[in-house]
């Protein structure tokens, strides 16, 4: 009886199971707009700073779903330049660091 409880009460906990993957901006600019997601994902979603900008020097945890393994992500700076990344392991790849030049 007890083995069973655990069990049931792991299922539910690992259905909201997430992997986090850290953004860390080093641009010498804001980025103005964020978006991460699992590379199977056909859009982008919505921008994960909202209403709010990542400093220089500032970072902004994504979260994926733990199942998720390989994950985009596009950071904006104000003028429409951006900064892609694409098939991002996370299983390996805890963290990446926006910079002005290169990844």
Not at 19 to 31: H, Q
Not at 48 to 54: C, D, M, R, Y
Not at 63 to 75: G, I, L, S, T
């Amino acid at each position: 009886m007890i083995l069973t409880v655990f069990l049931l009460a792991h299922m539910q906990n690992s259905a909201f199971a997430t992997r986090s993957l850290k953004v860390v901006n080093y641009s010498g600019e804001n980025v103005v707009a964020l978006y991460g997601v699992g590379t199977n994902y056909p859009g982008w979603g919505d921008d994960i700073l909202g209403n709010g900008v990542l400093r220089n020097g500032w970072y902004q945890y994504i979260n994926f779903q733990d199942h998720v393994r390989y994950v985009k992500v596009k950071a904006y700076f104000s003028g429409g330049r951006y900064k892609y990344w694409d098939s991002i392991d996370l299983y390996s790849v805890g963290e990446i660091h926006v910079t002005r030049y290169g990844g």
